[in-house]
């Protein structure tokens, strides 16, 4: 925990790794349920594959599933914005 805090004090002090950082995290968990699934069928069939085409395969795999994950949860939090939103009261 300690070692964690050190690291996010010493990230806010730089504006672009901080950004980034940010970015990550709020896309992290949904990243990880959305691709893990397919993470864990890809990799039980890679198994056997060499460095190089393991490197080959799952480098743009990864980044294709963290765009679709992205873009997935993008959408959900849209959806649910609007939905939140329409149970609102009007104000008078």
Same mark, same amino acid.
């Given at each position: 925990? %300690?070692?964690?805090?050190? /690291?996010?004090?010493? /990230? +806010? *002090?730089?504006? +672009? &790794?901080?950004?980034?950082f940010a970015v990550v995290g709020l896309y992290s968990y949904g990243l =990880?349920?959305?691709?893990? &699934? =397919? ?10 594959? &060499? ?9 743009? *795999? ?22 939140? +939103? %329409? ?6």
């Amino acid at each position: 925990m %300690l070692e964690i805090v050190g /690291i996010a004090g010493f /990230i +806010s *002090v730089f504006n +672009s &790794p901080a950004k980034l950082f940010a970015v990550v995290g709020l896309y992290s968990y949904g990243l =990880y349920l959305t691709h893990q &699934p =397919y993470v864990i069928w890809l990799g039980l069939r890679i198994r056997e594959v &060499p460095i190089w085409a393991f490197l080959l395969i799952c480098i743009p *795999v990864l980044a294709a599933l963290s765009a679709w994950g992205m873009l997935l949860e993008k959408g959900t939090n849209e959806l649910v914005n609007k939905l939140a +939103s %329409l149970k609102k009261p009007a104000h008078a």
